[in-house]
C-alpha cells in the first residue's frame, strides 16, 4: 500500500468499509432515490425560473427525432428556455439544455471552437456553425435543426456519409513527380501561389455548403462546393505540376462537377471560414475551358 | 469480431501519423476513432512545429532547449530522438503537400517561440494543426486506409498476469456511436493509443469537449503506469469567455502582454527580464496570475495582449486567424484593440508511460502523442514541440508495432531495476470505491485469463464492456454525469491550478473521492441505442473523475517547485531529491505510487541542470 489515508473527515466513507454489501446497496438505493427527487425539483425550478424571468433567457425550438424511441419517432420541435449570459452561443445554449434539461438532446460537437466542423446546424433558416453563433444575432425564437438534405439520424445529428463519399471521389491528396533531391529539401512554392490556395484550404468539412445547395439537393451525384474546393487546392497549387492539373480538371469537368454549377452564391454566403466557394468553381469552369481550348 | 494486425485508437496528428507507418512497414492498419478524422483536436493547434532545418540551427540546440525548457525532467534518448527526427518528419508534411508559410525564397518559414534558442518554429498562419491534421488525413485517404469513425472504444482488452510488464494487449472493445453496437478489436501486432488530451479535467481549457483522456484512463485501468501527471501545463493566452487558445505565436511575433495600468509587467516587475513575453509558459502564466492577485488585473481576472503594432499587412499573413478567434469568440477587433487574455489549462506533459518507440510495459500496447509520455516535455512543454512529438513518436510507434526494428530502447518502462516506491499522506482513500466490484465492471484486465486464446480474450473484454454499458442504462434514474462531470472541473480549477497548496490539494481529493462515489449511482437517462451521447459522456466522466485524482495525487507528493508544477510549501526546485520521474499503477482499482530516474545522459553528452533563466 503506497497511500496513508490521514485525518478521516468523511464519515461516510469509513462508514462504507463496515457495511455489507446488502446494506451499501440499500443505502446507496436510499440517495438515488433522494437524488432523483432533488433533481426532477431542480429542473421544474429552473425550468420556471427562466420562464419568468424572461428578458434573460432565451427561448429555443429545438428538433427532435429518435427512430427507436416510441413517442419520439414522430418529429417534433422541444421547447427550452436557456438562461443567457452575454457571449453565449447557440451551441453554449444547446450544451446548457442538454445537462440541465434532457441529457437525451443530441448533437454533434467537440472543438467549440470553430475548427473541428462538426456541430453545423440549421439555426433560424440558414446553416451556421453554432459554436461560432452569438445568440444575440438572432431572433427568438431561435429554431434548431439539422442541416437540410442529409438524413437524420437523431435530433441534429445527421448522416455525412454522402458528404465524405463527395470529398474522397476528387482524389483529395497532394500528388506531385518533382521532389528536390536531397532528403531535407522542401518543395519552394511561392507566397503568391501559397496565397492563391490558402482559402481553399481553411475548408474544415462542416458540410455546411453541401446543405446549402440546391443543385446538390437534386443531384445526388453532383460533386458539391466542398468537394470541388477541396479539388481547388490542389489544382491551383503550382507544387502539382502540369500534368497533374490536367488530371484534376477530367475529374471535375465531369457531367457532375463544376458544370452544374449555377452560380447561386448559397454555398459562399453560408462557408463559416468565409471560402469563396462559388469563385473557386467558376476559375475551374475557366481553367476547363482554358484547357480544352489549348490545341485549337 | 474485426480483426487487423495494428490497431490505432484515434485519429489525430498521432494517430494518423501511426497507422501511415504501419502501413508503410506492411502492416493491415486499421483506426478506431469517436471522432471522424477531420474532426481531431490536433486541428484546433496553432503555433508550429519545431524542427532544426536551418543553417545556424542544430538538433542538438533543439534538444538542449527542450531539456532546458522541461526542468530537467525529460528523459535524453526520448528528447533527442525528437530533435533528430523533426526535421526528416516536417520536410515530409511538406512532401506531402502541406500548406506551410513560405518565405521570399519559396521556403517553409519558421518563427521564434519561447524558450527557443533560434526561431525553428515551422509553420502555416496560425493554423498550423489545422493543415497538419488535413494533410495527414488526405495521405490516409490515399492509402486507403480503413478507418472505423464514431466508434468509440470502451476498453482494452488486456491478460490478467499478476505483473503489468508480463501482460499482453490483444485487441480494444469498440461501441458503434451510431447503431450502438458493440464489437471485439482484435490486434495481430500491436494496439496503439492516440487519444490526446485531458483538458475536460478542468473546466477554462483550450482543449475541446473530446478530450477527456479516455486512452490514458484504459491505459491507467489496465496496469500501465502512467506518468508526470501532475505536470499540466496552463497557457498564458487563453480567451477568458470559453479558453480558446491564442497562439504563442502572437507573441513570437511580438505581441506585448499589458496590466490594467498599461506597464508591460514581464519586465516591469521583474518577472522575465531577459525574455519578457517569449518567457516560457509556465513562468507567463504564474506571471499573469500574479498581476491579478496583486490587483493589477483588467476586471480583476485577465490581462491584455496586444498585437496591434505589429501592423494589419503582418497579421494578416502570419496570424490571420487570431483575428477571427478574438472576433468570434470575446467580440474584439485585434487590430483595433487588445485581446483579453488570461492562463488556462492546456497541455497534459504527463501520460501513459512510454519508452521512445512509444513501447508501454505492457506486450503489444503503444501510445504516442498527449496521451503518452515518452518523457519529452518533462515538467513544461515548449511551445512548437507537441507536433513534432505527434509525429515523431507517432510514426514510431506505427513502424515498431508493424515489425520494424528501431533499435532497443533506453528509456525504460514498468518496474525495472532502478524503480523506488513513494508514499503520500492523502485525506481519504484513492482510488475504486468498491475494489473488488469495480474490478469486473469496468477494469480493462481480464479475469482468469491464462489459459485464454488471443481471441478469446478480445471476446471475454467485449462480453465485460458489454455488462458494463447495460448496468449504466439499466440505471436511467441515476445521477446525471454532468452535474458529477461539472463538479470534478470546478474543484481542479479552484485547487489544483497554476498555483498549488497542501490544503487545497487535499481539498480536491476530497471532492473527487466525493464524485467517486456519486459516480456509484450514475445513470443513464437516455434509452436510445442511436447516437447516445448521454451513454457516451458518462463513460467519459468515470475517466475524468480517475485522471483528476492521478494529476491530484502526484501534485501533492511532488514537494518541489518544478516547470509548471509550483507548490506554495515548497519554492525551489529540489533537484538532489526530485530528478525523478512520478509513476502511478491502478493495482485492482487501489492507485501505487512510485518513481524513476530521470535519464540526462544523451548521446554523446550528460545534460547538467542549470537554473532556468529567461
Not at chain 1, 474546393?229 to 480538371?249: H, I, S, V
Not at chain 2, 504563442?248 to 513575453?277: K, Q
Not at chain 2, 481529493?509 to 456519486?518: G, M, V
Amino acid at each position: 500500500m503506497s497511500t496513508q489515508v490521514s485525518d478521516q473527515t468523511d464519515d461516510e466513507s469509513s462508514a462504507s468499509e463496515a457495511e455489507t454489501a446488502p446494506a451499501a446497496q440499500q443505502r446507496r438505493m436510499e440517495k438515488k432515490r433522494q437524488r432523483a427527487a432533488e433533481a426532477a425539483e431542480k429542473r421544474q425550478a429552473d425550468e420556471a425560473e427562466a420562464a419568468l424571468a424572461d428578458e434573460e433567457t432565451y427561448h429555443l425550438k429545438v428538433f427532435r427525432y429518435d427512430p427507436e424511441i416510441e413517442g419520439k419517432k414522430e418529429p417534433r420541435f422541444d421547447d427550452f428556455h436557456v438562461p443567457y449570459h452575454k457571449g453565449m452561443t447557440v451551441l453554449d445554449a444547446l450544451m446548457y439544455a442538454r445537462d440541465t434539461y434532457d441529457s437525451s438532446l443530441t448533437f454533434r460537437h467537440s472543438c467549440r471552437q470553430a475548427i473541428c466542423g462538426s456541430d453545423a446546424m440549421f439555426v433560424n433558416g440558414s446553416q451556421r456553425l453554432c459554436c461560432k453563433t452569438q445568440l444575440s444575432d438572432l431572433e427568438e425564437p431561435v429554431r434548431v435543426e439539422p442541416l437540410p438534405h442529409a438524413e437524420v439520424v437523431k435530433d441534429l445529428v445527421v448522416d455525412l456519409e454522402h458528404f465524405y463519399d463527395q470529398m474522397e471521389a476528387v482524389e483529395p491528396y497532394f500528388q506531385t513527380n518533382d521532389l528536390p533531391e536531397g532528403e531535407l529539401e522542401e518543395q519552394r512554392q511561392s507566397r503568391e501561389n501559397r496565397e492563391k490556395v490558402k482559402m481553399s484550404t481553411r475548408c474544415i468539412w462542416c458540410g455546411a455548403c453541401m446543405s446549402s445547395c440546391n443543385i446538390a439537393a437534386g443531384d445526388n451525384e453532383y460533386l458539391g462546393p466542398a468537394a470541388i474546393n477541396k479539388a481547388y487546392r490542389f489544382t491551383m497549387d503550382e507544387r502539382e505540376g502540369e500534368d497533374m492539373k490536367q488530371q484534376r480538371l477530367e475529374i471535375l469537368e465531369q457531367e457532375h462537377g463544376v458544370w452544374r454549377c449555377q452560380t447561386q452564391f448559397s454555398c459562399t454566403t453560408v462557408c463559416p471560414k468565409d471560402i469563396p466557394l462559388t469563385e473557386h468553381i467558376q476559375e475551374l469552369k475557366r481553367e476547363a475551358v482554358k484547357s480544352n481550348l489549348k490545341f485549337w | 469480431m474485426y480483426e487487423h494486425d495494428v490497431i490505432v485508437v484515434g485519429a489525430g496528428g498521432a494517430g494518423l501519423r501511426a497507422a501511415i507507418a504501419a502501413q508503410e512497414e506492411g502492416a493491415d492498419v486499421a483506426i478506431v476513432s469517436k471522432l471522424h478524422p477531420v474532426r481531431s483536436h490536433t486541428g484546433a493547434a496553432e503555433g508550429g512545429i519545431n524542427a532544426a532545418l536551418r543553417e545556424g540551427d542544430s538538433w542538438e540546440d533543439h534538444a538542449y532547449d527542450t531539456m532546458k525548457g522541461s526542468d530537467y525532467l525529460g528523459d535524453a534518448p526520448a528528447i533527442e530522438t525528437l530533435a533528430k527526427t523533426s526535421p526528416e518528419e516536417v520536410i515530409q508534411l511538406e512532401h506531402w503537400g502541406m500548406a506551410f508559410s513560405r518565405e521570399e525564397d519559396g521556403r517553409v518559414s519558421q518563427r521564434p517561440f519561447g524558450g527557443l534558442s533560434f526561431p525553428r518554429t515551422t509553420y502555416a498562419g496560425a493554423e498550423t494543426g489545422h493543415q497538419l491534421l488535413h494533410t495527414m488525413y488526405e495521405q490516409l485517404v490515399k492509402r486507403g486506409i480503413e478507418v472505423y469513425d464514431e466508434w468509440h472504444v470502451l476498453d482494452l482488452a488486456v491478460s490478467d498476469e499478476e505483473a503489468p510488464k508480463d501482460r499482453t494487449c490483444h485487441g480494444v472493445v469498440g461501441y458503434d456511436v451510431q447503431s450502438g453496437n458493440i464489437e471485439g478489436f482484435r490486434a495481430r501486432d500491436g494496439v496503439i493509443l492516440a487519444t490526446g488530451g485531458l483538458g475536460q479535467v478542468y473546466d477554462h481549457t483550450t482543449n475541446a469537449v473530446s478530450n477527456t483522456g479516455d486512452g490514458v484512463a484504459m491505459a491507467y485501468r489496465a496496469g500501465a503506469p502512467i506518468e508526470d501527471m501532475e505536470f499540466i501545463q496552463f497557457h498564458p493566452t487563453t480567451l477568458p469567455s470559453t479558453g480558446v487558445l491564442i497562439s504563442e505565436g502572437v507573441r513570437g511575433e511580438g505581441g506585448i502582454l499589458y496590466n490594467e495600468a498599461g506597464e508591460r509587467f514581464m519586465f516591469e516587475y521583474g518577472y522575465a527580464s531577459n525574455d519578457g513575453e517569449l518567457a516560457s509558459r509556465d513562468v507567463v502564466s504564474r506571471a499573469e496570475l500574479n498581476e491579478v492577485n496583486a490587483g493589477r488585473g483588467i476586471e480583476d481576472e485577465y490581462v491584455h495582449l496586444d498585437m496591434r503594432h505589429l501592423g494589419e499587412e503582418r497579421i494578416i499573413d502570419r496570424l490571420e486567424n487570431i483575428l477571427h478567434l478574438a472576433a468570434d469568440f470575446e467580440g474584439v477587433d485585434a487590430l483595433e484593440e487588445p485581446m483579453p487574455v488570461k492562463p488556462g489549462q492546456h497541455y497534459a506533459m504527463g501520460g501513459i508511460e512510454t519508452d521512445e518507440n512509444g513501447e508501454t510495459c505492457i506486450s503489444g500496447l503503444y501510445a504516442a502523442g498527449e496521451c503518452a509520455c515518452a518523457s519529452v516535455h518533462g515538467s513544461n512543454r515548449l511551445g512548437g514541440n507537441a507536433l513534432p512529438e505527434l509525429i515523431v513518436f507517432g510514426a514510431r510507434a506505427g513502424y515498431h508495432a508493424a515489425g520494424r526494428d528501431l533499435g532497443e530502447a533506453e528509456v525504460t518502462t514498468g518496474k525495472r531495476g532502478d524503480w523506488e516506491p513513494g508514499e503520500v499522506e492523502t485525506p481519504v482513500e484513492p482510488g475504486a470505491v468498491e475494489p473488488d466490484v469495480e474490478a469486473d465492471a469496468s477494469d480493462a484486465v481480464a479475469d482468469g485469463g491464462s489459459g485464454l486464446d488471443s481471441e478469446e480474450f478480445v471476446e471475454r473484454a467485449t462480453e465485460r464492456a458489454t455488462e458494463h454499458v447495460e448496468s449504466l442504462l439499466a440505471n436511467d434514474e441515476g445521477r446525471n454525469h454532468a452535474e458529477i462531470r461539472a463538479e470534478v472541473q470546478q474543484s481542479m480549477t479552484e485547487q489544483v491550478n497554476v498555483f498549488r497548496e497542501e490544503d487545497a490539494l487535499k481539498q480536491a481529493l476530497r471532492d473527487i473521492r466525493e464524485a467517486r462515489e456519486a459516480y456509484q449511482d450514475v445513470g443513464v437517462a437516455d434509452q436510445s441505442r442511436t447516437f447516445n451521447t448521454d451513454l457516451l459522456q458518462t463513460i467519459e466522466t468515470r475517466n475524468i473523475i480517475d485522471l483528476a485524482e492521478a494529476i491530484t495525487l502526484g501534485a501533492l507528493v511532488r514537494e518541489e517547485f518544478r516547470g509548471a508544477h509550483w507548490r506554495q510549501e515548497y519554492q525551489e526546485r529540489d533537484d538532489e531529491n526530485w530528478l525523478k520521474h512520478t509513476l502511478l499503477s491502478w493495482n485492482d482499482g487501489s492507485p501505487e505510487l512510485w518513481f524513476k530516474p530521470v535519464i540526462l545522459e544523451g548521446e554523446e553528452k550528460r545534460y547538467e541542470p542549470k537554473i532556468r533563466s529567461y
